[in-house]
């Protein structure tokens, strides 16, 4: 984890990711790819997990930080020929370590190159017990989450 920014009395803290289970030839490649923890006092801690698949990185950053929100690119995107973040079974994993989050499916229908749609990510959760712990908003929804609302300064 790299060291905190401060913005506008929000902490942000830069996760590394990893785009895809691929080999470390192919990941210099690809590029490197990170997620960002968002911390506020009386705002629930927010982690935005960005272009990533289930890895230990990302645990620890959710066993750390202990989000109370994740949005997490969900589409089970592929790129060549691999999967380039979250899948059912990345979301599942994300779940089972911190219970207790919401979770956020974003990325999802939007790209040419997603094989996990919205209804899929729900029958799944749905299965696996967590449905109550996700959200899977259509493009262009709003959730609202936080107490406040940030606005820029004068």
């Not at 645990?59 to 790129?79: C, I, S, Y």
């Not at 996700?134 to 300064?153: H, M, V, Y």
Request: contains cysteine; hydrophobic residues 40%.
């Amino acid at each position: 984890m790299n060291a905190d920014t401060i913005f506008s009395n929000i902490t942000l803290t830069k996760i590394p990711g990893r785009y895809g289970n691929w080999d470390e030839e192919m990941l210099d490649h690809a590029g490197s790819v990170c997620g960002v923890i968002f911390q506020a006092s009386d705002e629930p801690c927010l982690y935005a997990t960005g272009d990533t698949v289930w890895y230990p990185g990302v645990e620890q950053a959710v066993r750390t930080f202990h989000p109370q929100v994740v949005l997490a690119n969900a589409g089970g995107n592929m790129g060549w020929q691999y999967q380039s973040n979250m899948g059912t079974e990345d979301v599942l994993a994300l779940h089972r370590a911190v219970p207790s989050a919401l979770i956020v499916a974003t990325h999802m229908e939007d790209l040419n190159h997603w094989t996990l749609s919205r209804q899929q990510l729900r029958d799944f959760a749905r299965k696996k017990g967590f449905l109550s712990k996700l959200r899977t908003p259509a493009n262009g929804e709003s959730i609202c989450i936080f107490k406040s609302k940030i606005r820029n300064s004068p």
